[in-house]
């Protein structure tokens, strides 16, 4: 996978999902959607990324786990700019659904990416 290819995935994603997947007081946000959970089954931005073979339920129970502290150890990952990895968590974890769209295109801008349509 290359850049373009994650991010268009993630914009996809986004765009399909159209919430987070973290805590109701969104103090929390995980790769994977706890299983007894309203978010079951959805994903963050980056974990919409990850296969689920190379998926570790441990990042989502330890706070902290940032998409730096484990993308080396994901092959599906490795080979991406990491900066952009990072500007999609931010995304997700900090700013609001409906600034998603302005930031994409900002994202677009910064790593010369084209937004999917």
Request: proline fraction near 4%.
């Amino acid at each position: 996978m290359n850049n373009q290819e994650a991010f268009t995935a993630v914009v996809r994603h986004a765009r399909s999902q159209k919430e987070k997947c973290g805590s109701h007081d969104g103090i929390k946000c995980w790769y994977r959607g706890p299983e007894n959970t309203d978010y079951k089954g959805m994903k963050c931005f980056i974990g919409a990324l990850i296969p689920d073979n190379e998926y570790e339920p441990s990042w989502d129970e330890d706070r902290g786990v940032n998409v730096d502290d484990i993308y080396i150890d994901v092959p599906t990952l490795e080979n991406l700019n990491i900066g952009l990895l990072e500007s999609l968590q931010v995304i997700h974890d900090i700013c609001d659904i409906k600034d998603w769209e302005d930031k994409f295109e900002e994202i677009a801008n910064r790593f010369d990416l084209t937004i999917p349509k």
